[in-house]
């Protein structure tokens, strides 16, 4: 399965690969995930609980982050198993690319599952994995720049645009 989309995203260039770089940032975004540790070199051991169907299952597995082009593309590929749910396999090609305002994401996830999961059927295993791509580039948005919310930025007009908890952090 293949799914492709692209996001406008209100932070400069720099401030987005930063935080696709950020392991903190990685572990709010992937949904389900209970616990994310390693590094950038080494890649990532990660616990993603997740409901496919009628099939729950924790998968463990590992996270790498590699093709890196310093401040232009990388490669997020991930891989778990889930007992015996059976095993799930994915990656996205992340580019990013200066826009007025900010950065435009393009991204290309590619999935692949087996076992239990497999068995559900393609249009189950398309529908979520389509959910939980759009879900993490969501989570992704809104932790660089903060959610989108007019109504209270109609009640309150004085104050800054909210920030995103990353850009919070860097201080931007």
């Known amino acids: 399965m293949d ?50 169907g009628p099939v729950s299952a924790r998968f463990t597995g590992v996270v790498q982050l590699s093709d890196i082009v310093e401040g232009r593309s990388l490669k997020i590929s991930g891989e778990g198993k889930g007992g015996p749910a059976g095993f799930a396999k994915g990656g996205a090609d992340v580019t990013l690319e200066p ?21 559900l059927g393609s249009r189950i295993i398309d529908g979520f994995a389509k959910k939980m791509a759009d879900e993490f580039f969501t989570r992704f948005q809104d932790a660089v720049e903060g959610p989108d919310d007019e109504v209270e930025a109609a009640v309150d007009e004085t104050t800054e645009k909210k920030k995103g908890w990353f850009r919070r952090l860097i201080g931007t």
């Open 3 to 52: 799914l492709s989309d692209s996001r406008d995203i209100k932070a400069d260039p720099a401030h987005v690969w930063a935080a696709i770089l950020d392991p903190e940032v990685l572990k709010v975004c992937v949904p389900g995930c209970e616990s994310m540790t390693g590094s950038i070199a080494d890649g990532f051991e990660a616990v993603v609980v997740q409901r496919v």
């Open 99 to 119: 826009i007025e305002g900010g950065t435009k994401l393009t991204y290309v996830v590619k999935a692949n599952v087996g076992g239990k999961l497999a068995q």
